[in-house]
């Protein structure tokens, strides 16, 4: 029999990987945050899934991260600053050969869990896929991407990436993850921010052209000074083609803030202010972005960490 998948994260990636895989006829266990959500999760009776406009639902089964059944693969797809936590909550119950597919927004977090969870194989992943929750346990497929998988350490691709085959989940693992990782990092430095601060879709930061262009500039001097210069080639030229290509879309960042969420800065312009100030390199335009989305947060009572 299959290894279930565990998905921690009953967030729009979670729920939309947990759908499809539930789909395909893979074992899927959900993992929610505690008694109350479990409670919610059961009356509901199941995901679903909105795709094409027809909505479907998976009566997936559910559990609190205090069961007693052992963990062999665990889909993480909670939000970066919650990862390192809600991890090592379920260290106890990882198998001795359990793998964990990391499916977190930027930097730094990655490295937060594979520290908590040594014994553990952790896989990096990057999405391009878009979704949006329009309920609870509901989860709208918005966008068709792809999704990269790798791991930095263990080049050998794991026999599970049948199970995204099986689940339609475009896929492809990749020998470099941590250079798609630091790319989507920069994408999202040079787009999320400035559709906060100017309340806009990506489509209307093509009105900001060269304040785009100037911070493409800055990110891709970084890339270069912290080792990518793979991730820096052709930055401007990309990040203005997801721009069009999304523009009737809302970042990630924009709906958290509209939903007065907490967002992940700390891993996306957060981690590339740090890395700067530790490699001495002065980036002018990005340290006052960091500044005045930070401000901005703090105006709307959010956190800024």
Not at 1 to 17: E, N
Not at 226 to 238: K, M
Request: proline share 5%; glycine share 6%.
């Amino acid at each position: 029999m299959s290894t279930t998948w565990h998905i921690l994260g009953a967030g729009s990636l979670g729920t939309l990987w947990a759908t499809r895989l539930a789909r395909a006829g893979v074992p899927v266990t959900l993992i929610v945050r505690d008694q109350a959500r479990l409670q919610a999760y059961e009356a509901q009776g199941a995901l679903t899934l909105v795709e094409h406009g027809e909505a479907r639902s998976y009566p997936i089964p559910a559990q609190t991260p205090d069961s007693a059944e052992p963990i062999r693969r665990l889909l993480v797809a909670c939000k970066a600053y919650d990862a390192e936590s809600a991890v090592a909550q379920l260290a106890p119950r990882l198998a001795p050969d359990a793998e964990l597919i990391l499916l977190q927004n930027g930097l730094g977090s990655q490295d937060a869990v594979a520290a908590r969870v040594p014994h553990a194989r952790c896989l990096y992943a990057s999405s391009t896929e878009g979704a949006f929750r329009d309920g609870d346990w509901r989860v709208v497929f918005a966008g068709h991407g792809y999704t990269w998988l790798g791991d930095a350490s263990h080049p050998v691709p794991p026999i599970w990436l049948d199970d995204l085959t099986a689940a339609g989940i475009p896929h492809e693992w990749s020998t470099d993850i941590l250079t798609r990782l630091w790319r989507k990092l920069a994408l999202n430095c040079a787009i999320n921010p400035l559709t906060v601060l100017h309340q806009c879709r990506n489509g209307g930061l093509e009105a900001h052209h060269c304040e785009v262009a100037t911070l493409c500039g800055e990110l891709s001097e970084l890339l270069q000074r912290c080792g990518q210069p793979a991730a820096a080639e052709d930055l401007q030229q990309e990040v203005e083609r997801v721009i069009h290509a999304t523009a009737a879309n809302y970042s990630s960042m924009y709906q958290d803030v509209d939903s007065r969420r907490r967002t992940e800065i700390s891993y996306l312009l957060g981690y590339a202010c740090k890395a700067a100030r530790r490699h001495s390199l002065h980036l002018r335009h990005l340290e006052q972005l960091e500044s005045r989305l930070i401000a901005h947060l703090q105006s709307l009572g959010l956190p800024s960490d």
